[in-house]
């Protein structure tokens, strides 16, 4: 009799838990497995090649970029060797110019790693960090300049989640790169999202992970579970798919790490500054940006010496494996329930002007596992979907007597087991 009743509330646990946390992956088991101490290693030795000025020495294989990039090749390449398949690895590069390569072209030479999906590999999300890095002196190339956190960290949450996210089919693709020249105007990133255009790649998530390990302000405040995401809407537009794809990954945080506050804003980076994301951005993909908490200038972009006591310099002491494992898990809970989750509805278009009625319309998606919509609904000054209206699986959908003038309306797919897609809205350009 106490077994049988013990076996109701262990199933109707298991029937409320596979509701609220159904995925095509364990999404627990896998940021359980993220490891900050190997993150940290992966800081240090990013550190030791002395610089990795995107300038700087290709042919050493102790010292510059080139035996940076090296290493971090075969690291990616006994990754792909242990996951079944799953994952391969590629250099991609591209010929880039800015004010700081002189406007001489140089080549940008990426790692990219890419975990196949199962039943949608065409559909893309991608994460990166920069290995590339600078001292004060952003043209010398000589000069030690260890760019720990800047963007070294990156790279380390960039390798772990290739080491950890390729032991599991997911049903979309997951791109993982480490790219170069972000220092000197975001050309590697721009060469990527240059292929991502030429080679219609169907990107529907990008996170660039930079200046992702410090725990500690230039005040000395301490934030060790705050991740900043950074998400701009395009010009003269209404909602854009950055701004939902950063809700979305902050909705997943809320479901899967209670602990971390997901931060959310909404600007494209920090005021007057740039990231690896603005290129994907500038090109319409849904693209944001991950950073910690409060940065301390004096260990970013500093060339190392100590002036009056105080010690600058971006050295790896300054960084946290505990809160590098924080943003993996961010970035993980995002990528792999995006990628377990059908496609975002396309084409979304509303028809309510000048009527009270109000008619979404989309195309219909074709996930296998695809169970229907949701209308989503929310006040245009709040955060959050506050309502949502399954719709069931049409195309279509009207809401009697509801004006769309006062709120915001979207709507997201939902497949088979309960896992729903970013939203889109329909376009709204100023007349
Ligand atoms: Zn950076």
Redesign the pocket.
């Known amino acids: 009799m106490f077994g049988m009743r013990r076996l109701l509330i262990a199933s109707a646990l298991f029937l409320f838990t596979a509701t609220l946390h159904a995925q095509c992956a364990d999404v627990a088991a896998i940021t359980g497995q993220l490891d900050g101490a190997r993150m940290k290693q992966t800081v240090e030795k990013l550190v030791s090649f002395g610089t990795r000025h995107t300038l700087s020495d290709t042919t050493s294989p102790t010292r510059g970029i080139g035996a940076a990039r090296k290493w971090i090749f075969d690291e990616m390449t006994r990754i792909a060797a242990a996951s079944g398949g799953r994952m391969t690895v590629a250099y991609q590069s591209s010929m880039q110019k800015s004010v700081r390569t002189k406007n001489e072209p140089v080549e940008m030479i990426n790692v990219v790693a890419t975990i196949r999906g199962t039943t949608d590999p065409d559909r893309i999300y991608i994460a990166t960090g920069?290995y590339d890095s600078i001292n004060s002196d952003n043209s010398n190339a000589t000069l030690d300049a260890p760019g720990a956190d800047?963007?070294a960290s990156?790279v380390a949450v960039i390798l772990e989640l290739a080491r950890v996210l390729s032991q599991h089919p997911l049903e979309a693709t997951v791109m993982l790169a480490a790219v170069q020249g972000?220092?000197q105007g975001l050309l590697g990133s721009r060469g990527l999202a240059e292929e991502a255009v030429a080679k219609k790649w169907n990107v529907e998530g990008m996170i660039t992970n930079?200046?992702v390990g410090g725990a500690v302000g230039g005040e000395g405040d301490v934030d060790n579970h705050t991740v900043r995401i950074f998400s701009a809407n395009p010009k003269g537009a209404g909602e854009g798919s950055a701004r939902h794809w950063a809700r979305f990954v902050r909705d997943g945080a809320r479901v899967w790490l209670p602990h971390v506050n997901a931060r959310l804003i909404y600007r494209l980076d920090r005021f007057g500054r740039g990231?690896d994301h603005t290129p994907f951005f500038e090109k319409g993909f849904p693209a944001i940006r991950f950073s910690e908490a409060n940065e301390d200038y004096k260990h970013e972009h500093q060339t190392v010496r100590v002036e009056n006591g105080v010690q600058y310099g971006d050295l790896p002491q300054f960084v946290s494996p505990d809160y590098m494992r924080v943003v993996a898990s961010v970035n993980a809970v995002a990528l792999v329930t995006a990628a377990c989750a059908p496609a975002a509805p396309r084409n979304v278009k509303a028809s309510g002007a000048v009527t009270n009625d109000t008619t979404l319309s989309w195309d219909m998606g074709t996930d296998a596992d695809l169970a229907g919509y949701e209308i989503v609904v929310r006040e245009t000054t709040s955060d959050d979907w506050e309502k949502v209206i399954p719709a069931g699986k049409v195309s279509r959908y009207t809401l009697k007597d509801f004006t769309i003038d006062n709120v915001f309306m979207g709507v997201r797919a939902i497949d088979r087991d309960g896992n729903r897609s970013p939203v889109r809205t329909p376009e709204e350009r100023l007349p």
């Open positions: 920069h800047d963007d990156g972000e220092e930079d200046i990231g």
